[in-house]
Nanobody, 127 residues
Framework: QLQFVESGGGVVQPGGSLRLSCAVSGFTLDAYNIGWFRQAPGREREGVSC????????YTADSVKGRFTISRDNAKNTVYLQMNSLKPEDTAVYYC????????????????????WGQGTQVTVSS
């Protein structure tokens, strides 16, 4: 049984930083595609950054490129999303997700490729 524990969300001023964590159990990170997604009110869930199992590479959405970084600690079975230079439009509920199918390239940014999801953590960027 796959389980996720997300943490690190909160309220931050524009220009600030947050680091989200997603501790997983029931599987090993390096065998799965791992993604961070977000959903703002009234909008569809969108891919933010991911790690593809097929080519062991990371991919990041253009909207956050250069500001957000995904990483993982296999020893702790934890995935992180470092978010810098936050903007009000980054306000959303952020979710981590995992799936065991083999994905290549930026396909790992598609929410349709994931069967397992965390509960989400709220990020609010406001002055």
């Amino acid at each position: 049984q796959l389980q996720f524990v997300e943490s690190g969300g909160g309220v931050v001023q524009p220009g600030g930083s947050l680091r989200l964590s997603c501790a997983v159990s029931g599987f090993t990170l390096d065998a799965y595609n791992i993604g961070w997604f977000r959903q703002a009110p009234g909008r569809e869930r969108e891919g933010v950054s991911c790690m593809s199992s097929g080519d062991d590479s990371t991919y990041t959405a253009d909207s956050v490129k250069g500001r957000f970084t995904i990483s993982r600690d296999n020893a702790k079975n934890t995935v992180y999303l470092q978010m810098n230079s936050l903007k009000p439009e980054d306000t959303a509920v952020y979710y981590c997700a995992a799936d065991g199918r083999v994905l290549w390239g930026s396909n790992c940014l598609s929410r349709y490729e994931y069967d397992y999801w965390g509960q989400g953590t709220q990020v609010t960027v406001s002055s």
